[in-house]
Structure formats: structure tokens, C-alpha cells
């Protein structure tokens, strides 16, 4: 039986796979970024589809409005006209491209094969009271370390851009 | 209905364009973007079998410190590859040969 979620379903999966194909294969790199942000989006709506609300929200606030405009920005500040004719050798292509085919067909004929249940509906899903009762509970050490990696990576990237005036000179 | 495999299904084809990124693209940028589509791949799994197999609220916990993780990560490589920019002009990892052993 096909209802609205199926549509909903196909639509998202086409915009996730073409945004990345997109990502990589867009002749001018600013509208790979544009096309990774739809990929991002479309993953977000899987979340949804897959009732994790939370999980999609956060997706879309640090991936489709953090990650992506940061990509975007720095696309814009490195890019360069003589990129756009760089691409490899198609003999190359054709063999990166033949694997990753095959590595495609062989997950999706092992998922086919491994009898998964077909259907979640008897599950409930987790509400957020849960998911904040784990991240201040069980979790909260794991919390407070990747509070601390967040902080160290964001010192990082800046110390790593400060514009050294004899390395400039 | 959509089953489990369904989501997986593309999963699977985000891996293999990741896959295809790494190995075919030089430039640092397409690089970080086809990073950024695998670790989108390994969360729609988290979440999926997540949902199907072991509803709790575990799997969503995961991914929550999962995509912070990859932000951190955005964050130090988008850094490197603007300095990489500033010293050599370029971002084609081909071409940065400094670390070369």
C-alpha cells in the first residue's frame, strides 16, 4: 500500500543522493556546497520520517545552518577559476566509479539478505524527556568531554588561521 | 510502509558516493564534502536500526554527539585548508607536499 509517507520518502531520498552526487560532481564548487546543504536537508527529513524530531532539528540547525555556510564560505574564499577544468582522467572515473557501484550492490544485497523485521510500528518512540534524562544521567562525562573538544577544536581553527605577520611579509 | 532496508538502501549509496569522492577527488574541498556524505551515511543507519530494532533513546543520543563531533571536525580541517591556501596558493592535495616523508 503507497501513502503520503512513501511519496514523502522517495522525494527525500532523491534530494539526499542527488544533492551529494551534486556535491562532488557540480562543475562550479559553489554549487556543490549549495547541493551538499540540500543533501544535509534531505537527511534531516529522513530523521523525521524515522519519528526522531529532536535528532532532525539538531541536524538541520549544525549541519544545513552551521557546517554548510561554513563550507560555503570557505569555498568562496579558496576558490579559484582554474579549478573548474580539474578533473581526473575519465579512465579513472570510470574505475572509482565501478567500485563504488559495487560496493553499493554489495550493502544493499547484504541489508536485503540479512531479514531485518520490515516494520517498527509496535516500537514507541523515544521521547525527549529520554534523550535529556540520558544526556544529564548516564552520559553527562561524555557530555561534558566533547563540551571540552568543541571548545579545543574552535581554539584550534583560530590559532591555526591567525594571520602570522612575518609568514605574510 | 517504509521498511528498514529502505533507509539503509541509501545509506548505501551515500557511503559509495563518499567512497567515489575520496578516490577520485584532489581538490581539499570536494574531499571534506564527501567526508561530510559518509558520516551522513553512518548517522541514517544509527538512527534506522535505532528505530527498527532497539527503540530507545540511545541510538538519537549517539548521533546528537555524532554530529557535534563532525562540526568540531568541519571546523579544524575548513581552518587547515584555508592556511594550506594562504602558504601554497592552491588546495589541490596533490600539490601539498610538505609532510611528505
Redesign the interface.
Known sequence: ?V?A??GV?LGM?VV??GG??A??EARE?VY??VG?AA??AG?AS??F????P??AV??IT??VG??AV??LF??M??R?SR?FG?S?KIG??AV??T???A??LS??LT??QAG?????EQ?????FT??G???AGQ?AP?LGA?AL??AA??L???A??K?DPE??A | ??????????S??????????L?????A??L???V??LI?AA??NF??F????W????G??A???S??????????I??????A???HD???VGELKNLRG
Open positions: 500500500m501513502d509517507s512513501d520518502f531520498m539526499t543522493i551529494a552526487v556535491a562532488l564548487i556543490g556546497a551538499l543533501s544535509f537527511v529522513l530523521f520520517l524515522l519519528d526522531s529532536f535528532v539538531f541536524q549544525v549541519y552551521a557546517v561554513l563550507l570557505t569555498v574564499l579558496v579559484e579549478w580539474d581526473p579513472a572515473k572509482a566509479a567500485t563504488a557501484g560496493l553499493a550493502l544493499i541489508f536485503s531485518f523485521p520490515s516494520s517498527g516500537a514507541t518512540a523515544p521521547s529520554s534523550i534524562q540520558l544526556l552520559f561524555v566533547l573538544v568543541l577544536s574552535v584550534s581553527a583560530l591555526l588561521a594571520v609568514e605574510t | 510502509m517504509i521498511a528498514l532496508s529502505d533507509y539503509l538502501i541509501v548505501a549509496f551515500l557511503v559509495a558516493i563518499g567512497v567515489y569522492g578516490v577520485t577527488k584532489r581538490n574541498m570536494r571534506v564534502f564527501s561530510e556524505i551522513n548517522n541514517i538512527i534506522a535505532n528505530r527498527f530494532l527503540p530507545s533513546a540511545l538519537q543520543t548521533v546528537l554527539f554530529i557535534a563531533l563532525a562540526a568540531a571536525e568541519a571546523s579544524v575548513l581552518a587547515i585548508v584555508v592556511v591556501y594562504r602558504i592552491d588546495v589541490d
